[in-house]
């Protein structure tokens, strides 16, 4: 029975080791400025096109295609755009 339960530790230390190896290699990185994940899509110039044509009441299929981004995107901006605002307007600076 002792056995058994010996058996299962190896996986459990083999997973936590590379866990460990993944965050130190993370960390590393990140000290040498490397950040990673996917590069955002919505640049300050898509940004501004973006507010600028919903802003002018362009419909937001219309804003998306017309600056070449999908949809969710644009909504994903607006949204961004309005709880910076909000977070803005809540500032007691």
């Known amino acids: 029975m002792a056995a058994s339960g010996r058996i299962s530790a190896g996986p459990e230390d083999r997973r936590r080791d590379i866990v460990r190896k993944t965050k130190n290699g993370l960390d590393a ?12 899509v919505v640049d300050d110039d898509k940004r501004a ?4 044509r919903r802003e002018r009441g362009e419909s937001i299929r219309t804003v998306a295609a017309g600056v070449k981004v999908s949809i969710g995107v644009v909504h994903k901006t607006l949204a961004d755009t309005q709880h910076a605002a909000a977070a803005a307007e809540n500032d007691p600076r």
């Open 29 to 40: 990185a990140r000290a040498r400025g490397r950040v990673g994940g996917r590069r955002p």
């Open 49 to 52: 096109a973006i507010l600028a």
